[in-house]
């Protein structure tokens, strides 16, 4: 029988105990695999390949899912102006879905018989792996390690050093998951329910304190250009990330539920996620109909709800998106955008859809497609549920 296993491989403490345990312990080829949604740079991925093959893995591969990614989830996200809580763009729960369909789809083409991951029992993401190995490959058998054994760092310290691995596992004072769609930053502080993060956690540090005007350009939907320069969607976030972190926008600390039913807390930094939401968002206002904007926001906080709750595989997602996908058919148009230190400001738009260029009357002035006595009527009978209450009821 074969003993192929694939790990989900991060280059941290917790997988790389997974690597030595599974290889030397119960005798697995541990090919490991790591899965770029837009926090790897070559020297980093580089960096996991030494480490792995040093630690008794069979092979390591970094699969490139960033467009991947940006097509399968963050469009949607876009799409349906998604703050979780109202205030979480949902970096990293967006990026496991995707990494967890990338890992268990290169399981099933090597032919292995099991996979791994180094969560533990006490966060999301061994729902989200879980759920995403068990539909797509319930003939594979899912192995944890740190979560089955209720390990401490200590404890897997000790088992490396043990087996002559003397690398440096000094724990960061904050942990770090940048990704194309914004960075979490976790720390003592977000440990507690009173404490702000310092300045000096968050990776992006101020820069430039001059204000700069900045155009975006959607089309039906998508940021297809940046300063009037066209690119791809990815390309355009990117290249606004750039500009945008140097101001350090986009910080804040996000407070929800998690899978498991208790409240986390963690900090984030999505300068260009939280200025592409705004800004989308107010493009919509001027083009899309009261109804539309309605639903939309009632469906939006659902896909971002069942995504982060790693239900991502469930076929209502695909009807989410067939609606939040048809509702961007007239969602073009430029949006004019300040940047400032640690804040920005959406201008104004201009669009060929702007149902404010409509010739029938402007807000608050004359109007010019009914009469006063159209008017009075109109109110008149839109009273009459109010006023039939009023009259049962007292």
């Known amino acids: 029988m074969s003993k192929k296993l694939v790990l989900a491989y991060s280059g941290g403490l917790d997988t790389s105990y997974c690597v030595k345990y599974l290889s030397k312990e119960h005798g697995f080829e541990v090919h490991a695999v790591s899965v770029n949604t837009g926090g790897f740079s070559a020297e980093e991925i580089a960096q996991n390949k030494e480490r792995a093959l040093q630690l008794g893995a069979a092979s ?14 963050v469009k949607y996200l876009i799409f349906g102006n998604v703050l979780k809580n109202n205030t979480y763009p949902l970096s990293v729960s967006a990026e496991r879905i995707v990494q967890a369909i990338e890992i268990i789809n290169y399981a099933k083409k090597l032919g292995a018989t ?3 991951h180094g969560s533990t029992g006490a966060g999301n993401d061994q729902v989200r792996f879980d759920l995403i190995f068990q539909v ?7 192995i944890t390690p740190i979560r089955d054994q209720q390990l401490s760092r200590e404890a897997e310290i000790e088992y490396l050093k043990q087996e002559g691995v003397h690398m440096s596992w000094e724990k960061a004072k904050y942990s770090i998951n940048q990704g194309l769609w914004g960075t979490s930053v976790g720390g003592s502080e977000t440990l507690t329910s009173h404490q702000s993060l310092p300045e000096e956690a968050y990776p992006s540090q101020l820069e430039e304190k001059t204000p700069i005007a900045v155009k975006l350009t959607f089309t039906k939907g998508e940021l297809t250009a940046v300063n009037d320069e066209q690119n791809t969607p990815v390309a355009n976030i990117e290249k606004l990330q750039s500009i945008a972190s140097k101001y350090a926008i986009g910080r804040d600390i996000h407070v929800g539920d998690t899978i498991i039913g208790i409240k986390g807390r963690v900090g984030f930094e999505a300068a260009a996620p939280m200025i592409i939401i705004k800004s989308h968002h107010t493009l919509e206002k001027h083009v899309l109909t009261k109804w539309q904007q309605h639903h939309k926001e009632q469906l939006g906080n659902w896909y971002g709800m069942l995504l982060h709750e ?20 007239n969602v073009s148009g430029d949006v004019l955008v300040t940047l400032y230190p640690y804040r920005f400001t959406i201008d104004g738009i201009r669009s060929q859809h702007d149902l404010m260029n409509a010739s029938f009357g402007s807000y608050g002035e004359m109007n ?4 006063a006595d159209d008017a009075k009527g109109f109110i008149k009978i839109t009273a009459n549920q109010n006023k039939i209450y009023q009259s049962v009821n007292n």
């Open 60 to 73: 390591y591969i970094n699969i490139d899912a960033i467009d991947a990614f940006y097509q399968k989830v």
């Open 114 to 116: 099991a996979i791994a």
């Open 136 to 142: 797509i490959a319930p003939e594979i058998k899912i």
């Open 310 to 329: 790693g239900q991502y595989l469930d076929a209502v997602m695909r009807n989410f998106e067939t609606f939040l996908e048809d509702t961007q058919k």
């Open 368 to 371: 010019k497609g009914w009469t």
